[in-house]
């Protein structure tokens, strides 16, 4: 499941919520610790996005 995206415009990449919500109920520290490795990893995942969206930017030459 995806939590996260991002943006990117002439003033660089910013991090944004996907959803509303970014986790479920949870009932035991088990839960709470699966999400939490699930929204590590999606983070993970948006910030190579992120670098990689501003390499290519920055490798465009100016307008």
């Excluded at 003033?11 to 959803?19: K, N, T």
């Amino acid at each position: 499941m995806e939590w996260f995206d991002y943006e990117i415009d002439v003033h660089g990449a910013v991090l944004i919520p996907a959803r509303d919500r970014l986790g479920t109920a949870s009932l035991s520290e088990a839960e709470i610790d699966s999400q939490i490795v699930e929204l590590k990893k999606d983070l993970d995942r948006v910030a190579e996005a992120m670098k990689s969206a501003v390499r290519k930017q920055q490798a465009q030459p100016p307008v």
